[in-house]
Nanobody, 127 residues
């Protein structure tokens, strides 16, 4: 059983930056591809970014590409989401997920394929 705990959310102004972190415990972190998703009020959970087990492959939702960067530190069992040039439409609860994978290169954008989720961290961007 893997436990995921997100941190780093908050209230910021448009154009600011935030760095989210997701700390994992209870499993072999390097066995999991990781992803960040977000859910705004009244909307479905949306894919944001994903990273492979090794960190060598990443994939981004088109609206965040060039502004957000996903990374991981397997020695610290942590995945990060650096968010720059934040916009009001980025406001949501951000969740990290873990997907157990056999290959080092797989990234997952389908939330149904994730095995574990954190509790989420709120990001609010004011205009």
């Amino acid at each position: 059983q893997v436990q995921l705990v997100e941190s780093g959310g908050g209230l910021v102004q448009a154009g600011d930056s935030l760095r989210l972190a997701c700390a994992a415990s209870g499993g072999t972190f390097s066995s999991y591809a990781m992803g960040w998703f977000r859910q705004a009020p009244g909307k479905e959970r949306q894919f944001v970014a994903a990273i492979s087990r090794s960190g060598g492959n990443t994939f981004y939702e088109h609206s965040v590409k060039g502004r957000f960067t996903i990374s991981r530190d397997n020695a610290k069992n942590t995945v990060y989401l650096q968010m720059n040039i934040l916009k009001p439409e980025d406001t949501a609860v951000y969740y990290c997920g873990a997907s157990r994978e056999l290959t080092q290169t797989t990234v997952r954008i389908d939330s149904a394929l994730y095995n574990y989720w954190g509790q989420g961290t709120q990001v609010t961007v004011s205009s």
